[in-house]
């Protein structure tokens, strides 16, 4: 199952870390990574910056336009003013036909703020304990995802441990 979790950090660098543990483990067949994005927001800055890498064979797939959408709509778009109404109002409309609710959408608006940071991660194919032995020690907490109540609960107690 494809899966969308976005992961706070209360750091600005901490989602960087986050990444390059993702990718190591990406790349030992832990989990397989459709796309992801990081945002980082500097205490100082008055918006954060969103990085992704050069994946277009995942934007062709149609995800890295989901990630773009969620992050766009979340954090970059607002600051643009009330004529972005429209194209935020698409943006999350795409993102709730995969299962991101409105209210997870406003959680993560919420809840990323300066001095943080996020890790935006679609996923699949992940041997789950492995890969959460990995993420230990670097205090992420799920703030969003379409998995299932129950499956929310387990990704939980193994990531945030």
């Known amino acids: 199952m494809t899966t969308f979790t976005a992961w706070k950090f209360d ?3 901490a989602a960087e870390t986050a990444a390059q543990t993702l990718k190591q483990a990406w790349s030992e067949r832990l989990v397989k990574i459709e796309d992801y994005a990081v945002v980082q927001w500097p205490a100082d800055a008055d918006q954060p910056k969103v990085k992704y890498e050069d994946r277009d064979q995942w934007r062709a797939a149609g995800w890295g336009a989901l990630i773009g959408a969620v992050v766009g709509s979340l954090l970059l778009l607002p600051t643009i003013g009330a004529a972005a109404g429209a194209a ?5 409309k795409r993102a709730q036909d995969v299962g991101i609710t409105q209210d997870q959408l406003d959680a993560i608006g ?7 940071s996020a890790l935006f991660v679609v996923s699949s194919d992940g041997d789950l304990d492995r890969l959460a032995e990995r993420f230990r020690g670097q205090n992420g907490r799920l703030i969003a995802s379409n998995l299932v109540k129950g499956e929310v609960e387990d990704v939980k107690r193994a990531f945030e441990d």
């Open 11 to 13: 750091t600005a660098d």
């Open 88 to 92: 935020i109002n698409l943006l999350r």
């Open 110 to 116: 919420q809840q990323v703020v300066a001095g943080t």
